[in-house]
């Protein structure tokens, strides 16, 4: 078996840009370690339920969430490649004595589907990584055109690593025993015959009528999987092939996703794999961000079923 350091070692040159890379995942691949073992640990009854307060987005903050914020920022600032963290969880930017010519801006969401945590449903870390620019205050916020590494993991089953880098998407998982990553399958690509759709179809009534139709016209061909946690269902999709998708809400005029940390990472391990995503019309990963915590709609998959809207 080939381990996530020996595989990084083996594909990649030694190149500045490559080491600092490696050194990021590095990091952000301890502290998905160090998550999986408190969710499997034999105390992990005190990690489930609220932390009894609300996050910028006024959703219920939840133990964990705390906890895995905490081991990432912690482990990202041990890298000598970042300069700086956004996050879901906390209002402003973490910024870190770095200060290297060659440094990147992270911006994650450091516990995907935190609402499933008492269901025992998958959850999930996602992590975008963009090239920092010293002096120039715009590049914290760069269109997700511009990643430079996009990450996420699984909870699940299996705890799993998935990253893209340069023209590549690879999925590790970790082997308990050793505490390490373990490659899983290279080069990872849509399916040309997708199986699924994922979507809330209880919401049918405050989607706009184009949406509505795109969905009576899919369902046909398609088998309905949604399990509520982005990170799981996109997962799915990204192996066995479908679309995902999180309109928005045309009643309340309110999108769900936030584009920094959840959608432009997922949609640049999609492009990777040879799909597309769209926001209100306009592929996902050239909307310039007006703010870290913006939200968008957001429709990822097979670019066959995208195209079809």
């Known amino acids: 078996m080939i381990s996530l350091d020996d595989y990084i070692i083996q594909n990649f040159d030694n190149s500045t840009e490559d080491e600092a890379v490696f050194d990021i995942i590095k990091n952000i691949s301890s502290g998905i370690i160090q998550v999986s073992e408190i969710l499997l640990g034999n105390n992990n009854k005190n990690i489930f339920g609220d932390q009894g307060a609300k996050n910028i987005h006024g959703e219920d903050v939840q133990k964990l969430d705390i906890i895995a914020t905490d081991i990432f920022v912690k482990e990202l600032k041990k890298s000598e490649s970042i300069k700086i963290i956004g996050c879901e969880e906390l209002d402003e930017l973490q910024f870190t004595d770095n200060n290297s010519n060659l440094s990147y801006t992270v911006m994650m969401d450091p516990l995907d589907g935190s609402s499933n945590i008492d269901v025992s449903i998958s959850i999930g870390s996602i992590f975008g990584i963009w090239k920092h620019i010293p002096g120039d205050i715009n590049s914290i916020l760069l269109p997700g055109n511009k990643i430079e590494l996009a990450i996420y993991s699984i909870y699940g089953p299996n ?116 799909g597309l995503s769209v926001s209100n019309g306009i592929n996902t990963l050239d909307i310039i961000p007006e703010n870290i915590h913006q939200s968008v709609p957001l429709i990822i998959g097979n670019a066959s079923l995208i195209e079809q809207l």
């Open 159 to 274: 705890t799993v690593l998935v990253f893209g880098y340069k023209s590549v998407v690879c999925m590790f998982i970790l082997d308990h025993f050793n505490s390490k990553f373990v490659l899983y399958k290279d080069k990872i690509k849509l399916p040309d015959k997708p199986k699924y759709y994922s979507v809330n179809e209880s919401n049918y009534s405050t989607w706009d009528k184009n949406i509505q139709e795109y969905i009576n016209n899919i369902k046909s061909n398609l088998s309905l999987r949604y399990v509520g946690s982005l990170i799981a269902d996109f997962h799915r999709n990204l192996l066995k092939g479908g679309v995902f998708l999180y309109p928005e809400d045309t009643i309340k005029n309110k999108s769900k996703l936030r584009l920094m940390y959840e959608a432009n990472p997922l949609a640049y391990i999609n492009k990777l794999c040879g």
